[in-house]
Every structure is written in structure tokens, then in C-alpha cells.
């Protein structure tokens, strides 16, 4: 018999990337130091994790970008949702 697990992962923050380069944090608009203030505020916190979430016209490129700050600033845990493009 084979058993598989599943372990729920809880997501604690969301930042969103729009299609016209604003980034939310919860729903707040930041910038630059703010940002990474708010982002090195999480990192701070047990257990962090950022869930990203992207509009779908974003490149990978610009993804790529924001993990590296969310790296940056010290948060291990990050997740990416994209939204689809229908076909």
C-alpha cells in the first residue's frame, strides 16, 4: 500500500505584483525601502512565509526580481501564484 501526505502550508503575508509594477504588501502599496523595511520586519517573525502573487502579464524576469528582495531580506518561505491566460 502507498500513503501519500500532503502538508498544508499556511502563508502568512501576501505580496502582489500588478501589471503596472506596483507591489502590495498586504494590500499596502510600497516602494523601495519601505519594501524591504516591511519585508525585513517579516523576516523577523517565526515561521514567515510570502505568498507572491502576479498578474498574468508580469514576465519571469520581474518575478524573479521580487523573490530575490523577499530573499534578501531574510523571509525562506515564498510561494508564486500566477493568474492564467485563457486561451
Same mark, same amino acid.
Given at each position: 500500500?502507498?500513503? !501519500?501526505?500532503?502538508?498544508?502550508?499556511?502563508? !502568512?503575508? +501576501? %505580496?502582489? %505584483?500588478? &501589471? *503596472?509594477? !506596483?507591489?502590495?504588501?498586504?494590500?499596502?502599496?510600497?516602494?523601495? =525601502? +519601505?519594501?524591504? #523595511? +516591511?519585508?525585513?520586519?517579516?523576516? @523577523? @517573525?517565526? *515561521?514567515?512565509?510570502?505568498?507572491?502573487?502576479? *498578474?498574468?502579464?508580469? !514576465?519571469?524576469?520581474?518575478? #524573479? +526580481?521580487?523573490?530575490? *528582495? $523577499?530573499? /534578501? &531580506? =531574510?523571509? @525562506?518561505?515564498? =510561494? $508564486?501564484?500566477?493568474? =492564467? $491566460?485563457? /486561451?
Amino acid at each position: 500500500s502507498h500513503t !501519500t501526505l500532503f502538508r498544508s502550508i499556511i502563508y !502568512t503575508h +501576501r %505580496l502582489a %505584483l500588478r &501589471a *503596472d509594477g !506596483t507591489v502590495l504588501l498586504n494590500g499596502e502599496a510600497l516602494t523601495g =525601502g +519601505r519594501l524591504s #523595511a +516591511r519585508l525585513s520586519e517579516i523576516a @523577523s @517573525s517565526q *515561521d514567515a512565509r510570502v505568498l507572491l502573487e502576479a *498578474d498574468g502579464s508580469i !514576465t519571469y524576469d520581474q518575478i #524573479a +526580481r521580487l523573490m530575490v *528582495d $523577499v530573499q /534578501k &531580506a =531574510g523571509v @525562506s518561505g515564498i =510561494g $508564486v501564484v500566477t493568474e =492564467g $491566460v485563457e /486561451k
